[in-house]
């Protein structure tokens, strides 16, 4: 077990901060890429938490129901600053989506007729799947060094990506499995980096 | 009249946020068939329309259903519309990350995160291919998302934004030389 780093609190995250990166965050989303974006923000640059800390909750915002990015602020938000601090990077999140949807409605027919305007966004939704990708890496990276641990990757991957099964029976035969499998027992040995 | 409109965004939109597991693409459908063929809030072409704009739009792509309350009932349609997909899983996620949290270093809880870790892994990289699949650009789209990747790993510093800008500007030259 690498032993998680002591927890010298951190002065606490001012919330306007808070809400300002998550206004960016949100208002650069495109094409599902906020959450590589997020653990950019909040993990390299700011250092407001440490990797484990961040893919922890990154599993548990993918799993629940609802958008994954929201779920992400959310369980950021509240493990820097409790119950203000989700809502913070929730409202921070969604303010500049909301406004900018808004104004791209009113606009819409004028902005089709663009010449480029597809183009320029698949490109940009192309670049944040491979931000998206990126993320994946550093996550496979930390999955636990284990033949049943790859199997559970390697299988959600398969039956959500690959075969179009529905998520919920899917994460709920392979979950338990993969916990039982990660269940303290015997002394085998730190496995995992 | 507006304020049945709004009771109904919310009682259609409320379920769908905890039923939406994965993400915008498991609402889509419902969506279209609630405000479409049961409600007539929109045409199926209006619907489309409502679809394409949140797809090029920040955020995700559950903006749609902002897009559909400011259709219905303007500015406090929108604004419904929004609070009610987004928060009942948001809270259900708050009190799940409260618990979470509490118990960070209890034996069942690091076997918690290590099984669910890999099974976050998968889902992304499924999410990966969803996103290539429905993606406009073909071929394209997958060289430039894998050059993206590989091109983090070697220069992790790269600002997001200036790959943004570049993946841009880089598909509109390219349909400009290719016609």
Known sequence: MTAPPPAAPVPAVPLFSLYRVFFVLGLLSFGGGVSAWMHREVV??????????????????????????????????????????????????????FTVVILAAIAYHRLVGL????????????????????????????????VAAYAAMLATF???????????????AIAPLSIIAAWPRSPQGPTHA | MRDSELLAL???????????????????A???????????????????DLFAIARVTPGPGTMLATLIGWK?????????????????????????????????????????EQGLAPIGAGLLFAGVLAILRIGAGGPLSWLTAAGVAGLLV?????????L??????????????TG
């Not at chain 2, 009682?11 to 693409?25: H, K």
């Not at chain 2, 070697?154 to 200036?162: G, I």
Request: aromatic residues 10%.
């Open chain 1, 158 to 172: 398969v039956a959500v990506g690959v075969l179009n099964w529905p998520l919920v029976p899917v994460v709920a």
């Open chain 2, 164 to 177: 943004l800008i570049g993946g841009a500007v880089v598909f509109v030259a390219l349909q400009w030389v």
């Open chain 1, 115 to 146: 010449p480029g305007f597809a183009a320029a966004t698949a490109g940009v939704a192309a670049v944040a799947v491979g931000m998206l990708l990126r993320l994946g890496f550093t996550l496979a990276w930390r999955v636990p060094r284990r």
């Open chain 2, 10 to 28: 919310i009682a259609i939109l409320a379920p769908l946020s905890i039923a939406s597991i994965g993400g915008a693409a498991s609402v889509y």
């Open chain 2, 72 to 112: 219905v009932a303007g500015l406090a349609g929108a604004l419904v519309a929004t609070a009610a997909l987004f928060l009942p899983a948001t809270v259900l996620c708050y009190a799940v990350a409260r618990v979470w949290n509490r118990y960070r270093g209890k034996p069942w809880h690091a076997a918690f």
């Open chain 1, 44 to 97: 390299q640059v700011r250092g407001w938490m440490t990797d484990a800390e961040f893919i922890s909750g990154f599993a548990l915002a993918q799993i629940l129901p609802g958008v994954n990015s929201a779920n992400l602020a959310v369980y950021l938000g509240q493990h820097l600053r409790g119950p203000a601090g989700a809502a913070a990077a929730l409202t921070g999140m969604l303010t500049g989506p």
């Open chain 2, 30 to 48: 419902p969506l279209q068939h609630q405000t479409v063929d049961v409600q007539h809030w929109l045409t199926g072409q209006e619907f489309i």
């Open chain 2, 154 to 162: 070697w220069w992790p510093k790269l600002h997001p934004f200036a």
